[in-house]
Every structure is written in structure tokens, then in C-alpha cells.
């Protein structure tokens, strides 16, 4: 066994150095076995690196970066560097074109954990926060997410609305972004006038739910107007009732009380409170008799008018009637009598 080992390693080192061929005996006594083995050498090994294997198109992206856009399911992706900048100009616009995000070449999108951002997702917000009080949301609200996604230097978030959605009592049109612990926040805007061409922009560093807020003027207090002053009638006789009438109005945007007072020759006669909601008008009337001829005037907040009371008239005499003659009716039968003789008379035959 001893040999054995001994041939084998004579064979390896052998090999090492050239080709051979020798003749081994192996086993011990009679019962040796002869064999032959043959060795050759290999030339000497010289390294080589193995070809190159081409890298798949999933390969071939890790050596750029792509941010991938799905504008409510509109998707396009924009090749960024390794570090989260932008290559080129980008702006990302929801389907209505009620919103546009532009973003300048060289603006680096980072995640929350620092690292360049691969997706920006745009979504319509179906249910979205009641707005602050004396506000209205004007359009559909967008969420733009992740949230965690920063913009340095800040992106420019530009928003479009069309007149005729405003409130009439619009006082100006802001965007805002929601906080759910601070409910709408109001950003500060490039283009505040109502009459910008539907026009508003801001800049923004991170992505979230945003909204155009039109923000609504204080309603204005009551105010109120008289018209149609109507004196009836004109003119009546001593003690005799007149009737004054007047429309009062609230023109103003609350309700509210206003009261109306009868003068009459610069003296109030009558007054009365009347409360009236915003747009609403009433018809308040006063009546009055006067108990001494002449001409009065008449004043109900600021409404002049007229009327005559006069003297009452004497009562009529009503004349004597005329004695009644008996009728003579012998007088009148006797005419009757002489009338038929002569009539007789004349046409008797002859």
C-alpha cells in the first residue's frame, strides 16, 4: 500500500513537468500486479478573463434613472441622474389642464429617505376636506403623491379656472394644500387678482392634496330703501281717514331691522319696526284723520307727500213738494162727451 502512495505521488509530480510512460509495480510478493500508466503534461495554464455576457435591457436601465409619471393614467417617465436631477424640463399636467407642474431641468426629486424619487402619481380626489369657512373650492381637487417627494429647488405649481365659477362675492383666488392636522392651508400665490385671466400659480417643495380656494368678500350689512310713497286719498273731509303707504327694501347681504316713521306737518305721528332678510322688501301703511281743514304734509323716511282735508259741506234742504189739485172729473167727462158729438157730427152721412 506504502508503494502505491509513493507511485502516486511520483506520477503527480511528474505530470507537472512532461509527458511519460513507465511500468509500476504494485501489490507486495507473488501477488504483485504490474501496470502501466501513462502521464502527460499539459502546457502551462495562462488566465483569461471570460467574455462578456450582454446585460439584458433590465441591466442596461440600473445604469440610468427614470422618474415614471401616471397622470390619471397617463403615463410617460423622464430620464433623471444618478443623484435625482432632472435631465431635461418637465411638466406634469392633469387630463382637464386644470393643473400643471413644471419642474426645470436640474431639479432634484428626492423620496422622504433622501434618495432620488422613481414615480409621481396624480390622482382626482372624489370626496375631498370642506373648505375653510368663507371659502369655496372652485374645480376638482388633485392629490399628487407620494407625499413624502421634496423638490429642490421648488417646483412651480400653476392652476387655471374659469370666470364664470366664482362666486359673485369673490374677493381673491388662492391654492392651498390640505394638512390633515391643520385642514386647508393658503399658499402664497403669484397671481392673486380675481381678474387675471383665470389665472393663479405658487411654488411648492413637496407633493400633496392641492385645491383652488376662492375666498369670499363678508357679506355686507342690512341696508335698507324706501320707495313708492302713496297717499289715499288726496283729499277727504274732516275726520275722514287717509291711508299712507311705503315699500321698504333690504338691499344690503344680512337681515336686519329698519324703522319707518309717519310725520306729519314735521310731527310723528305713528311709527313701526319692520325686520326684513337680505333681498326681501315689504309694504308698511299707516292711516291718519285730521279733525281741522287744511293742507298737511307728509313725511315717511325721506318720502314726501301731500293730501287736503276740507270743511264738511252743509247739509242739503230738501225742497217743499208741490199741493196736489183734486181732479175734476165732471169737467173731463164732459169733454169726453162733446168730443164723440162731434166727431159724429163730421162723419154723419149725408
Known sequence: MRRAVYALILIIILALFGGFSTYLALGQGDDSQFVTVTVTATPDIVWQPPPEVPQPPGEIARSKLWLNINSMDKLTRHEMSLDGKLKAPLE??????????EMAEGTRILTAARLPANKILVERVMTPPLPPSGSVIIGDVYDFNPSGITFEPPA???????LDELPQNTSSVVIAH???EQNWIEM??????????????????????FAILAKLAPPAPASFECSLLSISP???NIGETVNVT????????????????????SVTVADREVALDAGASEQVGFSTARDTAGTYSVNVNGLTGTFIVKEKPAPVTPAEPMPVKPIIWWLIGGIIVAVVVVTLLIFRPS
Not at 406634469?92 to 407642474?101: A, H, N, S
Open 92 to 101: 406634469v399636467i392633469t387630463p382637464d389642464y386644470r393643473y400643471k407642474l
Open 156 to 162: 412651480r405649481l400653476v392652476s387655471t379656472y374659469n
Open 178 to 180: 390640505y394638512d390633515p
Open 188 to 209: 402664497e400665490t403669484e397671481i392673486e387678482s380675481v381678474a387675471a385671466a383665470g389665472l393663479v400659480a405658487t411654488r411648492i417643495s413637496h407633493l400633496t392634496m
Open 234 to 236: 288726496t283729499e277727504v
Open 246 to 265: 311705503i315699500l321698504v327694501a333690504n338691499t344690503g347681504g344680512q337681515s336686519g331691522s329698519y324703522q319707518v316713521a309717519l310725520r306729519i306737518n
